[in-house]
């Protein structure tokens, strides 16, 4: 079978390396990184995601799954997992008492390595017509889309849907120091009045520390938000500072439900990418 897979956030690329060898599989990517909303910045040999995302259960349930999670990573991929000792804040009802650190940046490199043909494109309409899938031209027996795509409308049998969704900007502030500025902490999703989710990591000497900045200070110049999350970091010991962007196409849950219908034709499969212990165990990743 001929597969289009749009996207390579960690879910969708973990599935695209699990279906490649009994199909052959086409990624369409439309920016330069591998991750999406978990891409990675390489600083010297150090992998550093310069947004903020956890692997974090939201049920107990959740939690014990997490275990088989786990072990599939590290057999299949030997991806290095540690358990979290450090602070961990969600706004969530559910309070995990587990919650472990993935190196997933490794991931990339086997799909590197896989031989599967990957697009650097956006993909922005498909066609669906005698059983097949077109984009641009292209002939496809299948779709693989994330909730979150950023595909505008399709028209399937001759019958032309619109995808709705919402596009935000949003903007993480992301630095690296050599000086201690902070109490060790790992993540946090109400960190302050000018960022809500934060994350913080040491290696070595150097101190990373990327936000997400909330929507009433989108606009602060960044050099004045540095300022105002008041650290007092001495610009000898400032290594980087840095606006990161990343463009979302987002669907409140009406608008997903509607997109999930999408499944009941043979061609199209959804993903549903909103947390990833769910979207792991609905994909069967982990048998």
């Not at 897979?5 to 990184?33: C, D, N, Q």
């Not at 349930?61 to 450090?86: P, R």
């Not at 922005?124 to 031209?137: H, L, S």
């Amino acid at each position: 079978m001929k597969i289009a897979l749009i996207g390579t956030s960690p879910i969708m690329t973990l599935l695209a390396l699990k279906i490649y060898k009994k199909h052959e599989v086409t990624i369409f990517e439309k920016r330069k990184k591998f991750g999406g909303a978990w891409s990675f910045d390489k600083f010297r040999n150090y992998y550093i995601c310069n947004k903020t995302n956890v692997i974090g259960p939201t049920s107990k349930f959740q939690e014990k799954y997490v275990i088989s999670i786990i072990n599939y990573l590290k057999k299949k991929y030997k991806v290095k997992i540690k358990k979290n000792y450090e602070t961990y804040e969600t706004i969530a009802k559910y309070k995990p008492k587990n919650i472990y650190k993935f190196k997933l940046e490794v991931i990339y490199n086997f799909l590197k390595k896989s031989g599967i043909t990957i697009k650097k494109k956006y993909v922005k309409k498909f066609v669906i017509n005698n059983k097949q899938v077109i984009i641009d031209g292209e002939k496809f027996d299948k779709i693989i889309l994330p909730t979150y795509v950023g595909i505008n409308s399709a028209k399937i049998n001759g019958i032309k849907i619109n995808f709705e969704f919402k596009k935000i900007m949003s903007k993480h502030i992301f630095f690296i120091t050599t000086q201690k500025f902070i109490k060790s902490f790992y993540y946090d999703e109400n960190f302050n009045n000018f960022v809500d989710r934060a994350q913080y990591k040491k290696i070595n000497k150097y101190h990373f520390f990327t936000a997400r900045i909330r929507k009433k200070f989108k606009n602060t110049k960044l050099k004045k938000l540095f300022n105002l999350l008041g650290f007092n970091i001495k610009k000898k010991n400032l290594v980087d500072l840095k606006l990161v962007k990343y463009e979302n196409y987002f669907r409140n849950d009406e608008l997903i439900k509607d997109l999930l219908k999408l499944d009941k034709y043979r061609e199209i499969q959804i993903v549903d990418t909103r947390q990833f212990v769910p979207a792991f165990k609905k994909l069967r990743l982990a048998k």
